[in-house]
């Protein structure tokens, strides 16, 4: 995808649709639109999945913990969001399986009583599947978990039970769906705000944005104005009425990650009740151990941050239950995410909060889509182009095409291409491995660049590669250092100090395909190593110095 020329199309088209936010939201509404055949632009102030959806638990879910709030609260609408959440996992096991794949989860009990309580809750979240269940949750004995995750304490265990949810990697997930709104039609530009929402005789007509890299102001034109900007949803509402009533209330979830000795590479533990009632999951995520989540009230923020209270927290429920020594020095990485939880401002009882999707439309216009969770973003853009053809009196009447729509990188996708890369590239088996995994069958044109001088590693003992920063560039609309690794890559997600060594050579890249001068390159070095919360000046050794960045 070429950013140049989507962004001369923006500054020169009309459009049916016009979506504010390059989240999975707003990319997959891009991609519905698209291939129902109507105009749409997407526009993104920072970079696709910069926010809250780069920053999941990497979990395609329906939601064990919703499940249990439905039994017990007799809530027909927890029920029908783990029902569709379910369905959302195997169609997205299916459009991305480079991105994804089904993760064995065991739930270690040490009360006897627990035992039949979260053994026949996953046996209904099993027949809540229904045939797209993955396989079947069952009892495992104490034994059997000790064998299977010797990590766990052992003392007090009574067994527990081990059942199957989706694993993906989010971030090149939202990557894969805007490159295939692009290929499908769709007009999309990151670092691209809107600055102001534009009227005639008092509806919506469009927006003013402003190109962020080049400083460019123009006018879109479109029809319709979606606002898909998961916690920033009520800023643009109130840029469109600033008397609107809130929607949203915002929590914060922090994630570790950790060495790969403190999971196994093939599953996952839950811990179905902490100290105050939460569960954390201990996943392994990227040949490391990836430990959350919390969940606390906060405030709206553009870079959410793990606060060091969050990091005590995860650390001292993992020293109860792991068998072996865990302390803040074993920490790599560390990063928080917000969830919007959302009231329909327009509903009868606005007190009520939901973890479902909400549409609202303002008086003017402005369709607002927030609320709901990664999983079922296909189903939460399928109900907003809906609306929006309602809206917009738009004369479509082709249904969504995006349950069967595969992925860019998915169609000729093979898990064993990593060894076809070995043999036909002299890659290292872990390059190899990634490069199948995060690009599918695209990894040959990576692997292409790589042979033409661009193979080596960005970081030690980390499979990313200088190629995948000009592949970035050219093919991803990659802009920025950050853009680069932290969702082109993964690695600041994976370590912190491993990042800020990288970050140099990163910027350097960019500049050599960019056609950057020196001072262009110094600033985004700047930028980047901000946005990242490393230096850049200087690589420290040692893990706890890097966690005080945070």
Known sequence: MNREEHVARLQSEAFDLLVIGGGATGTGIALDAATRNLKVALVERDDFAAGTSSRSTKLIHG????????????????????????????????????????????????????????????????ALAGKANLAPSQFLSAKEIRDRLPMLRSAGLWGGVLYYDGQFNDARMNVALALTAAEAGA??????????????????????????????????????????????????RQLDEPSAT????????????????????????????????????????????????????????ADPQASQEDI???????????????????????????????????????????????????DSGLLTITGGKWTTYRKMAS????????????????PSQTESLKLVGAENYSPQGGIQLQTTYGLAPDVATHLNQAYGDRAIQVAELAREGYGQRLAKNYPYLEAEVVY????????????????????????????QSALPRVVELLGNTLGWSQAQQQADLQRSATALKVSATATSNSPTAVLNDF
């Open 187 to 236: 007009v999309v530009a990151n670092h691209v705000e809107v600055v102001a929402l534009n009227k005639a005789n008092g509806k919506l007509c469009g927006a003013t944005v402003r190109d962020r890299l080049s400083g460019d102001r123009w006018e879109i034109v479109a029809k319709v104005v979606i606002n898909a900007t998961g916690p920033f949803s009520d800023t643009i």
């Open 312 to 362: 005590e927290y995860i650390l001292r429920h993992l020293q109860k239950y792991f068998s072996i020594p865990v302390t803040q020095q074993d920490v790599r990485a560390a990063w928080a995410g917000l969830r919007p939880l959302v009231s329909d401002p327009k509903a009868a009882d606005t007190a009520k909060l939901s973890r479902d999707h909400v549409i609202n439309v303002s």
């Open 246 to 301: 809130p929607m949203l209330r915002l929590s914060s979830g922090a994630h570790l990650v950790l060495a790969q000795q403190f999971s196994l590479p093939t599953t996952g533990i839950l811990i179905p009740k902490t100290e105050d009632g939460r569960v954390l999951f201990i996943l392994p995520w990227l040949g490391h151990t990836l430990v959350g989540t919390t969940d606390n009230s906060t405030t709206l923020s």
């Open 472 to 499: 970035g560039v050219k093919q991803e609309a990659a802009r920025s250092g950050s853009d680069i690794l932290a969702r082109r890559t993964r690695l600041s997600f994976l370590d912190h100090q491993a990042t």
């Open 383 to 398: 109900d907003t182009v809906n609306a929006a053809l309602t809206l917009g009196n738009l004369n479509c009447d082709r």
């Open 63 to 126: 939601g064990v913990r919703y499940l249990e709030q439905a039994v017990l609260r007799r809530d027909r609408s927890q029920f029908d969001l783990v029902r569709d959440a379910l369905k959302e996992r195997a169609v997205l096991l299916k459009i991305a399986p480079h991105l994804s794949q089904p993760l064995p989860i065991v739930m270690p009990l040490y009360n006897p009583l627990q035992i039949p309580y979260f053994f026949t809750g996953l046996k209904l979240y099993d």
